[in-house]
């Protein structure tokens, strides 16, 4: 892709995420951290692979000076995320919905930092559009721990689901908040969707798709007589 954007003379965008930073050793995480990543952990091919795809675009724009942008996305959620794509934000959404048990790994203090994904988009268009040349984050500075979500979902999908604490998975970073100083001063860009706004947006996604999935398998009667 760096050869054809070189070929073409277009700007590329890295899709790089919050995962550089592994298990982060600052808190918020500013682009100048270089992060704190198990090479070899479960989550080394992702971590590493990315932190490779930015090393490469870096050095290719320094080499050839194509436009290279690099945004590090932070945990994105909203409508169309895949009901069994093992997130945390569709996990707790469809077991709240099925009345299932909700699955909080570990003693669910870990936090995280969600952002609406219409925020995060409107956050790549201004990095595309603006000369840019470093990574810059791209994400909710709005952090909270995996209990209190759970709790604003069981809350907003009105459910009386259980919550259940499950193995924390190894290397799980144990706090994850960006530091958007860069992208505010550089892009004029901040979040504006809150937590409970965008939750309740994609609550709704879900629960109407997943009322029409159970209508394609169980299609009433009178779709028979048409
Ligand atoms: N998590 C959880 N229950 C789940 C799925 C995930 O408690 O059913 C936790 C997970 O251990 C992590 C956080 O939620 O601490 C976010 O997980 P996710 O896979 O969504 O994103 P990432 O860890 O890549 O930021």
Known sequence: ML?????VRATILIASTS????????HPQAESHWGNVNPIGPRACY?????????????????????VRIARIFNTY????LEDDGRVVSNFITQSLRGKPITIFGRGTQT?????????VDGLVRLMASAHEGPMNLGN???????????????????????????????DPVRRRPDI???????????????????????EDFRSRMG???????????????
């Not at 995280?112 to 995060?120: A, I, K, Q, T």
Request: glycine letters at 6%; one cysteine or more; a negative charge.
């Open 19 to 26: 995962e550089v930073y592994g298990d982060p050793l600052e």
């Open 3 to 7: 050869d054809l954007c070189r070929e």
């Open 78 to 81: 909203g409508p169309r995320m």
């Open 181 to 203: 100083t860069l992208a505010r001063s550089i892009l004029g860009w901040a979040p504006r969707i809150s937590l409970d706004d965008g939750l309740a947006m994609t609550i």
């Open 47 to 67: 971590d590493e692979g990315k932190r490779c795809a930015e090393a490469l675009a870096v050095s290719y724009a320094r080499q050839y000076n194509v436009a």
């Open 212 to 226: 029409s999935s159970r209508a394609e398998q169980h299609p009433p009667s009178s779709a028979a007589l048409s």
């Open 141 to 171: 500075p709005d952090e909270c721990t995996m209990l209190d979500l759970a709790s604003r979902v069981r809350t907003l999908t009105g459910s009386s689901s259980a919550i259940v604490h499950q193995p924390l998975p190894a290397d």
């Open 112 to 120: 995280r930092s969600f952002c609406y994904v219409d925020d995060l």
